[in-house]
């Protein structure tokens, strides 16, 4: 029995290493997340520092708000571009936009 559920068009967002290493093999975070229900999630590919990651107090901040898209949200909340860093999901994605 899995601890929690997500809802269908949920965002994940998960820190750890390599979770996004691949969404075909493997049960890394991200490809779980999606197969669940998730409609968009980031993580690495590889290993990184935490600072790498966007501060999930700015990310959920923009992407509540509904004036930005999900790539809009990433772009304006990364600390700085990595190779390592990706984002899954509809660039266009925006859950919140008539709240």
């Given at each position: 029995?899995?601890?929690?559920?997500?809802?269908?068009?949920?965002?994940?967002?998960?820190?750890?290493?390599?979770?996004?290493?691949?969404?075909?093999?493997g049960?890394?975070?991200?490809?779980?997340?999606?197969?669940?229900?998730?409609?968009?999630?980031?993580?690495?590919?590889?290993?990184?520092?935490?600072?790498a990651?966007?501060?999930?107090?700015?990310f959920?901040?923009?992407?509540?708000?509904g004036?930005?898209?999900?790539?809009?949200?990433?772009?304006?909340?990364?600390?700085?571009?990595?190779?390592?860093?990706v984002?899954?999901?509809?660039?266009?994605?925006?859950?919140?936009?008539?709240?």
């Amino acid at each position: 029995m899995p601890a929690f559920e997500w809802q269908q068009g949920s965002v994940g967002y998960h820190i750890a290493s390599q979770e996004c290493q691949s969404l075909r093999r493997g049960e890394y975070w991200c490809k779980r997340m999606l197969e669940e229900g998730v409609a968009a999630t980031l993580g690495p590919v590889g290993e990184v520092y935490v600072q790498a990651f966007s501060p999930p107090e700015i990310f959920f901040a923009l992407l509540t708000e509904g004036r930005l898209s999900l790539a809009e949200v990433y772009f304006y909340s990364i600390p700085s571009w990595s190779w390592k860093m990706v984002l899954v999901g509809d660039p266009l994605y925006r859950p919140f936009k008539n709240e």
